[in-house]
């Protein structure tokens, strides 16, 4: 009895892991305090506080008008939805086929995906953008989309592949004798089984589409008004000056989208991590 109750944590021991607890939320959510406020505060850089000193929107305005956000915030979410599709919806059959049909190189395709994850992005830059110029697709969004969604697709099939593995392939037969097609067989019985493995391919797919600089820049040159979020809040960069109210209210407009996306899938995402693919 005296060795259970030793065991249990200690009134001290609880506060002292509330109290790291705290620091550690504080800590972490600091940054994202910081940029808020200082979106909202009129002489940001001037004062230092850690609070406007006098509120206003004054840089959201200036950056949803003269700074073309609006435009931005178009283009970035065109291509966030259409990246977040396709490639939801390849890896998803490309990991049905690895892990459901057995054919020669499949082994070497799985680990062929696993490599390219490990090739940093930086390096793939000049290759992607000499393919995307023969294929006249510079200056668009259709080659950005392309791009992004070519970056997704290794880590969707790395992970949907689990989670279609691990769905029993009983149901699957058993669709069969009912007389299901594949296709319905796919649609009515392992897609619904497979969904929070979806939500999770996704939330990395918008990730990637949506704060991606570099092959953004790359692809896109001048042209302006094909400008995603990222680039876009470059312009508030100066040589010699930065404008911090445009620049922090620019980065708080980001960021909304990235909320509203992680509230609407938190529920089967988190499903999905501690229930796993199959539901009984």
Known sequence: MSALSSKRPTVVG????????????????????????SAFDKYVGTTGALWPSQVTLA???YVMTEGKFGLYLRNSLLVALVVVVASSFIALLASVAVAR???????AILLLVLVIQMVPMEALVIPLFLQAKQLDLLGKLTGLMVVYTALALPFGVWMLRGFVAAVPIDLEEAAYL????WWKMFFH??????VPGLVATSVFSFITAWNEFVFAMTML???IDKYTVSIGLRAFFGLHAND???IMAGSTIITIPVMIFFIAVQKRLAGGLTSGAVKG
Do not use: N
Request: hydrophobic content about 60%; charged content about 10%; overall charge positive.
């Open 244 to 246: 911090w109210g445009a």
């Open 221 to 223: 040159g001048p042209q």
């Open 59 to 61: 840089h959201f305005a």
């Open 178 to 181: 009912d007389g299901a097609t």
């Open 14 to 37: 609880r506060i002292v892991t509330a109290v790291l607890t705290i620091a550690l939320c504080l800590f972490a959510l600091f940054p994202f305090y910081w940029m808020v406020a």
């Open 101 to 107: 049909f057995r054919f020669a190189g499949r082994r």
């Open 189 to 194: 019985v392992l897609f619904p089984l497979v």
